[in-house]
């Protein structure tokens, strides 16, 4: 089955989707075969020029996707920051952002955005081991003998 439905050709045999074809103007944003031409090995090695932690950004948005290419204009945007902020200023929002765990387009753009990235990370927290003898701990004997409930 063939349908036209303004700017895409969408191609269906027995309802599974063999071609989905794009023409799009430059205003609109880019044809599928411009977006084809990126594989993740480019985006990370894009990233890589940048930095380790822009590197590290890049492979995460495209590695805990189920299909990389889902990942690409997260990707794009993260490159594209260093544009308007500079390579220094994007490794350091990365860095910030894998240090607080908010590895996203957004996160890194609000990282740049408050200035965060000119200031120093935050100190990562010490565990302290929970003690193992405690008074208000109960164990297993506890619910042994007392099995009618409380």
């Given at each position: 089955m063939l349908s036209v439905l303004s700017s895409f050709v969408v191609i269906n045999r027995m309802g599974s989707l063999l071609v989905m074809a794009c023409d799009c103007s430059p205003c609109r944003g880019p044809?599928?075969?411009?977006?084809?031409q990126w594989s993740p090995s480019r985006l990370i090695q894009w990233a890589e020029t940048i930095g380790p932690a822009t590197a590290a950004v890049v492979n995460t948005?495209?590695?805990r996707r189920r299909h990389p290419e889902q990942g690409y204009r997260s990707c794009l945007g993260v490159l594209r920051l260093e544009r308007l902020y500079?390579?220094?200023?994007?490794?350091?929002a990365c860095?910030?952002?894998?240090?607080?765990?908010?590895?996203?387009?957004?996160?890194?753009?609000?990282?740049l955005k408050t200035g965060l990235d000119q200031q120093p990370l935050p100190e990562p927290v010490p565990t302290v081991p929970l003690p193992i003898a405690h008074d208000h701990l109960r164990g297993t004997t506890y619910y042994q003998h007392h099995e009618g409930g409380v």
């Open positions: 044809t599928l075969n411009k977006i084809f948005l495209l590695t500079g390579p220094a200023r994007v490794e350091a860095r910030r952002a894998q240090a607080i765990d908010a590895i996203a387009y957004k996160s890194v753009q609000s990282i």
